[in-house]
C-alpha cells in the first residue's frame, strides 16, 4: 500500500479538481466509502473533491443517515475535473453515462472486488478486504489522517454492512473497526440500530408475490424454490 499511497501524492500534486464516483444506487459500503469518506481524504490533503452518485444512495442509506442525523453528501455533475476515483465500481458498465466524463483522465481505484475493463492509474484494491469502507479506512490510518465523526460512523455502517454484520471479518476488519468506533463517538448499539430497516410496502408485495409463485423441487436431498419477481430479488431470496 506504500507505493500505491506515494503515487496517489504525485497524482494529487498536479490535481485541480478530483471528481468521485460510486457505482448506482450506491449502498451503505459504496456511499461511505466512496461517496463521503474519499472525498473528505482528498481534501483534508489539500485538494478540491466533488462526489457524484449516480442515480443516487439507495434507501439504506437514506435510512442510515437519517436515523443518526448525517448530513447526506452528493452531487450530480464534477463539471471540470482532471482526476477520477472510482469507488466500488469494478466495471464502467456500473456508471451509465457518467463513464463519458473519464475520458483519457487518470484514475484512482479503491474496491474490494477485482476490476474489470478498468486500467487504473492507481489502485486501492484488497479482494480479502471485508469492504470498501475497510480499505479507506486503512488508508486513513496509513497517512495518519483521522476522519471525523460522521465519516468515522458512515464507515462503521459500510463494515458492519458488508462484512454480513462481521461474519466475514478478518484480524484487521476488528482493529479498524475499534479504531473507527473511538473516533465515531457513537455508542455501537446505536449504529447497529440504525442499520435495521423497516421493509417498505412494495418490499412486502413483492416478498407475498414471489411466495405465491413458488415451486418447490427436490434434486436429491436438495429442495430448490423457483419464483419469478420482477423487484426485490434479494429480499426474496432472503425471505
Request: aromatic share 8%.
Amino acid at each position: 500500500m506504500v507505493y500505491q499511497l506515494e503515487k496517489l501524492r504525485e497524482l494529487l500534486r498536479s490535481t485541480q479538481r478530483a471528481c468521485i464516483i460510486t457505482h448506482r444506487h450506491a449502498d451503505l459500503d459504496a456511499y461511505a466509502c466512496g461517496g463521503v469518506a474519499t472525498r473528505e481524504l482528498i481534501n483534508r490533503l489539500g485538494h478540491d473533491a466533488f462526489l457524484v452518485v449516480p442515480e443516487g444512495p439507495s434507501y439504506s442509506v437514506k435510512s442510515f443517515i437519517s436515523k443518526l442525523g448525517i448530513n447526506y453528501q452528493g452531487l450530480d455533475s464534477c463539471g471540470e475535473l482532471s482526476l477520477v476515483f472510482l469507488v466500488d465500481v469494478s466495471t464502467y458498465a456500473q456508471l451509465n453515462e457518467f463513464r463519458n466524463i473519464i475520458g483519457n483522465r487518470p484514475v484512482v481505484v479503491i474496491d474490494h472486488h477485482e476490476v474489470h475493463n478498468i486500467a487504473p492509474t492507481v489502485a486501492f484494491i484488497d479482494p480479502d478486504a471485508t469492504s470498501c469502507s475497510e480499505i479507506i479506512a486503512q488508508i486513513f490510518r496509513e497517512l495518519g489522517i483521522e476522519p471525523s465523526s460522521e465519516v468515522a460512523t458512515l464507515l462503521i455502517g459500510g463494515i458492519l454492512s458488508d462484512s454480513g454484520r462481521l461474519s466475514r471479518a478478518r484480524p484487521e476488519t476488528f482493529e479498524v473497526l475499534a479504531w473507527l468506533l473511538r473516533l465515531a463517538g457513537r455508542d455501537y448499539r446505536d449504529i447497529v440500530n440504525a442499520m435495521i430497516e423497516e421493509m417498505t410496502f412494495p418490499e412486502k408485495m413483492a416478498r407475498i408475490k414471489g411466495l405465491l409463485r413458488m415451486r418447490a423441487y427436490r434434486f436429491s436431498d436438495y429442495i430448490v424454490c423457483l419464483s419469478n419477481v420482477n423487484a426485490y430479488e434479494s429480499s426474496l431470496a432472503d425471505a
